[in-house]
């Protein structure tokens, strides 16, 4: 479980995770971003992380592996 700061947007879609600042605002993560796969032998999520400043806190943790035979996810993390 992670936590959104106020100039932060999150929206989670199925297995997509995304976190997008608006405006100048930063994006902090300091928990867990977690897009694993659920299901025996299926891929892993989409973690995205936008904004004009990303910080991933020393306690930051995002995964999106895949199970089983299932190929891992993606993760995106950078600047607008």
């Not at 928990?31 to 891929?43: F, I, V």
């Amino acid at each position: 479980v992670g936590s959104v700061q106020t100039a932060s947007r999150a929206v989670i879609i199925g297995d997509v995770i995304e976190l997008r600042s608006t405006g100048d605002g930063t994006v902090r993560v300091k928990g867990t971003l977690m897009a694993d796969a659920s299901r025996a032998d299926s891929d892993g999520g989409k973690v995205r992380v936008f904004g004009k400043n990303v910080a991933l806190e020393e306690t930051a943790v995002v995964s999106a592996r895949g199970a089983g035979q299932g190929s891992g996810g993606s993760i995106l993390v950078g600047g607008d």
